[in-house]
Every structure is written in C-alpha cells, then in structure tokens.
C-alpha cells in the first residue's frame, strides 16, 4: 500500500463547478499537508499550505485535513478553466515529502 | 529571482550513454531536492542536500545515479550507464531552511533513453 492514494482521474467539470480534490494517507506521523498544482509541462508549485487539522482558504481555495480519518481535501470553487492542471497532494512528518500521484483537473468552458 | 534553472530542458540519448542534468537554485536557498516524475510511480525524491551536503539519497534507484553538488548555486545529476527506463521528467527544487516544505521546482529536464 502506497503512504499516499489520490485518484489520478481525469477529472472534468464546467466552468464554474466546484471541484473536491482529495487524498487519503496512512502514515500518522505526517503533520504538514500540502497541495501543489502542476500545469502542463511545467514544474509543480506550492498552492496550499496546511499544518495539521482544519481548514485554510485562499481565494477560491479551500485546504481540509481530517487527521482522525486521514483524509485531506482541496475544494476549488467557481472553477475557471485557467484552474486547469494537475493537483498533487503532499505531506510530510518534517521529513521528505511525499506526493500523491496526482489528479489532472479539466475546466470546461 | 529567475526561480530554479535546469539544463537541458529536452534530452534524448541512446543506451548506455552517460547523461547530466544540470539545475542552479534559487539563490540564498539552503536545500536542493532533485525529483523523477513517471505515469506510473509519480513524483519521486531521488536525493536531496542541505548546504551542499547529501542528506538522503535513498530514493536514488542504482549506482547508475550519482549526483553532486559542489558549490550553492550548482548542482548536476549524472545517469552512467542510461537505461530505457530512465526515461522520465527530472526535476529540480529548492527551498529556504525554514520553508523546507515550500518548495520551488525548475522547469525540468525531460529525458528519453532510446
């Protein structure tokens, strides 16, 4: 079993749906929760930082980590098709991250 | 800043041949991660260092991988012998002392052994 599950997709909605993105972990030393988004053929960059339980919104984004069931989530709403790109969850014990394999997300006009 | 520079951005050689990925870090950045994105397992850490020091290099697949990085602002991972199965994404990050877990990625080399 991999430390890290996240459902590869694809994942394709209209624009202006909310999106959930999730991840589920079964190491339960990993504190720091990350979501890093990947636009084709670029590297990954840092969208959502999260220190262990709760939520945190920037923007249009939401961050969920749920501990007790090791479950963590990002919710995009009113999606626009520049949100586009491959979401990868990370997250670590203060060690070495470790990414989920990522779900190509497809904003439709 | 320019971010994280990686050289080349396409690379295709043949069987056996010797590869070298090249990446400079953001400047002032204490930590050098240099990652491997395949379909099929992912973005993988293959090694990382703190001020020029290897930390981990645990995710390094064989001794075919080495990697170095001899100054801050230069790091080069070498593939002797290549294999077809080297074919991936590499990528490169950095990041501050305190913000191991922002990390910042190049754009990355995409390598094709034939």
């Known amino acids: 079993q991999k430390e890290v599950e996240q459902d590869p997709g694809p994942l394709s909605v209209p624009e202006g749906a909310i999106v959930s993105l999730n991840c589920t972990y079964s190491?339960?030393?990993?504190?720091?929760f990350m979501w890093y988004r990947q636009y084709s053929r670029k590297g990954p960059e840092l969208l959502m930082y999260?220190?262990?339980?709760g939520n945190k919104e920037d923007g249009r984004f939401t961050a969920q980590v749920d501990k007790s069931s090791k479950y963590i989530s990002l919710f995009i709403r009113d999606s626009q098709p520049s949100d586009s790109a491959t979401y990868l969850c990370?997250?670590?014990?203060?060690?070495?991250?470790?990414f989920g394999q990522g779900t190509e997300l497809s904003v439709k006009p | 800043d320019a971010g994280v520079i990686q050289s080349p951005r396409h690379e295709v050689t043949e069987m056996g041949q010797e590869v070298t990925l090249r990446c400079k870090p953001i400047?002032?950045?204490?930590?050098l991660f240099w990652y491997r994105q395949t379909m099929m397992r992912g973005l993988e850490l293959l090694i990382y260092?703190?001020?020029?020091?290897?930390?981990?290099d645990s995710g390094m697949p064989e001794d075919r991988f080495s990697a170095k990085m001899p100054n801050a602002s230069f790091s080069n991972l070498k593939i002797q012998p290549s294999e077809p199965r080297d074919s991936a994404v590499y990528f490169c990050?950095?990041?501050?002392?305190?913000?191991?877990?922002?990390?910042?990625f190049g754009p990355g080399t995409r390598l094709t052994v034939l």
């Open positions: 400047s002032g950045h204490d930590y």
């Open positions: 999260t220190y262990s339980s």
């Open positions: 990370a997250m670590s014990g203060g060690g070495k991250l470790i």
């Open positions: 260092f703190n001020n020029n020091v290897p930390i981990d």
């Open positions: 190491n339960s030393a990993f504190q720091y």
């Open positions: 990050a950095s990041s501050l002392l305190d913000s191991y877990n922002e990390q910042f």
